[in-house]
C-alpha cells in the first residue's frame, strides 16, 4: 500500500538521522570532555568563569544595582545565553568541517546540525545542574515553577534553530562569517536583559527592546527558576511563532541550496 509504504520510509529515515545524530554527539562530547585537562569539571567551571567576569564588571567595577539575587542572576543568563551563543558562534563552520564526507557521500546536512544542537544542549545542562544546586543551597528550596522550563526551553531551541540552521548554510558560500557572527553576538548579550533587569531599559526604548526575543526568554528563565513566578507566555508565544516559521522556511532554502555547496566547500 502506498501510503503505509511511505509510512515505513518516514520511519526508517528518521531511525537513521536519529543514529547519526546520536554518534555525532557522543563522539563530540567525548573528544570535547577527554580533550580538556580538567575533563568534565570544566563543563561546569565554564560558565561560573564567565558569570564571575561578568559579575565583577557590573556590580564591583561599574558599581551597578541589579536584581536581588545578584551573582544567580547573571550566571542563569550566562547559562542560557551560552547555549546559544557557542552554536551561533560555530554555526558558520559547521557544515564545512563535514565537508570531504557532504561531498563524497548523500549524507543529510541537517543531521550535521541537530548533533551540533544537541551537544551544545548537553554542556547547558551542566551549567543548569550547577544553578539548580545553588538556588537550592541559597535560597533552600527549588520554585514549583520549574515545571515551565521545557515551554521556555523549546522556544529558545526554535531561536537557536533557526541560527543554526541559516549561518550554517550562509557560512558555506561567506568563509568570513564566524568574526561577524562572534562580534554581534558579544554586543547582542549586552543588549539583552541577562546583566541588569529590564526595568532599566528606558521607556522610549522598550518598544525596540522587547524585538530582541532574548528579552523575553532570559527574564523568563529568571522568573521561574530565582524568581517562582509565572513568565510572560504572551512574548514566548510570539518569539516561538515566528521562529517557527523561520525554521520551516530557512529549511526548505537549504534543502534547495544543497547542490551548491559543493562549489564552495
Known sequence: ?????????????????????????????????????????????????????????????????????????????????????????????????????????????HTIILATVAVESVHMLFGLIVLLCLVATLSGEIHPTILLFPIIFCVQLSVIMFFAISLSCVGVFFKDLGGLVFAFNGIWFYLSPGIYPIEMVPQEFLVYYYANPFAHVLPAYHDILLNGVTPDFFGLFCVFTIFSALNVWVFRIVNRSRKYFFNFM
Not at 47 to 72: C, D, K, W
Open 1 to 109: 500500500h502506498p501510503k503505509r509504504d511511505l509510512i515505513r520510509n518516514n520511519i526508517v529515515t528518521v531511525r537513521r538521522d536519529f543514529s547519526i545524530i546520536y554518534f555525532i554527539t557522543i563522539t563530540e562530547l567525548k573528544s570535547k570532555i577527554y580533550d580538556k585537562s580538567l575533563g568534565m569539571f570544566f563543563l561546569f567551571l565554564e560558565p561560573i568563569l564567565m558569570a564571575s567576569v561578568y559579575y565583577f564588571l557590573t556590580m564591583v567595577l561599574l558599581g551597578a544595582r541589579l536584581e536581588t539575587h545578584g551573582f544567580l542572576g547573571i550566571y542563569c543568563s550566562v547559562v542560557f545565553w551560552r547555549w546559544y551563543s557557542r552554536i551561533a558562534d560555530g554555526a558558520p563552520t559547521i557544515l564545512i568541517s563535514y565537508a570531504q564526507i557532504i561531498k563524497q557521500t548523500n549524507f543529510p546536512t
